[in-house]
């Protein structure tokens, strides 16, 4: 059975400083993970994906993800935060190859910025 | 350039009243699905498509109906049986059979209850 848990529901930083959000998963097979973006009122943007490449991912807008199997995690981090990062983050676990119903969403992390 | 329409963005219903939530894809995607999204949780599937004519129950179908008649359409109704329907509601599409690429979004309908 496949779940993801993100460990924070909310994330607060200063502009400039690092963000980590954190995901934790677990899978009965080799899973593919994503994180997605969602601004207030609009759909979800895919940021990054991981699918059995090089475990270190980089996605849109200097964020990155590293799959860590021995951990079970998938954290997003990124160097420096900018207002604009401001958004409600979600991240996803699938087996790979399955079908949509198989395709589990965590309960999202809104990740703040302060001047 | 390619992308899924959902209409309108933001609806209004009165009790007892159904309404009918328009997703519109050009992306040649053969599977398509909806979500219900409630302040503070994940997505909650409501309904998926794989291909024309046939559509699956997610895990929150209850009050909820679809079709989908034409690949590039997969409208969802919310019935009168939804006792709860006030939410965000995401349309995704991307090809059957394959994950790995992730989903593509819609902007999103609010429905809210008056």
């Known amino acids: 059975a496949q779940s993801v848990t993100q460990l924070d529901s909310h994330v607060s930083v200063s502009e400039g400083t690092p963000v980590l959000l954190r995901c934790n998963y677990s899978?009965?097979?080799?899973?593919?993970l994503f994180w997605y973006v969602q601004h207030p009122n609009k759909g979800l943007q895919l940021l990054l994906k991981y699918t059995s490449a090089a475990t270190l991912v980089k996605g849109i807008n200097g964020f990155e993800a590293e799959f860590k199997k021995s951990e079970t995690s998938f954290h997003l981090t990124k160097p420096s935060a900018h207002m604009s990062d401001a958004a409600e983050y979600f991240c996803?676990?699938?087996?790979?190859?399955?079908?949509?119903?198989?395709?589990?969403f965590g309960s999202g992390t809104r990740l703040s910025i302060r001047p | 350039d390619g992308g899924i329409t959902q209409s309108p963005k933001y609806l209004f219903r009165k009790e007892g009243q159904n309404v009918t939530l328009s997703c519109e894809q050009n992306l040649n995607h053969d599977a398509m699905y909806w979500y219900r999204q409630d302040p503070g949780q994940g997505l909650r599937l409501i309904y998926y498509s794989q291909i024309v004519n046939d559509f699956q129950k997610g895990d929150i179908a209850e009050g909820y109906s679809v079709s989908r008649e034409k690949k590039e359409s997969f409208p969802l109704t919310v019935t009168s049986a939804q006792k709860n329907p006030t939410a965000f509601y995401l349309c995704?599409?991307?090809?059957?059979?394959?994950?790995?690429?992730?989903?593509?979004f819609g902007s999103g309908t609010r429905l809210t209850v008056v």
């Open positions: 995704a599409s991307h090809q059957a059979g394959d994950t790995n690429y992730g989903y593509t």
């Open positions: 899978s009965s097979y080799s899973p593919s």
């Open positions: 996803v676990v699938s087996d790979r190859g399955s079908s949509a119903s198989k395709i589990i």
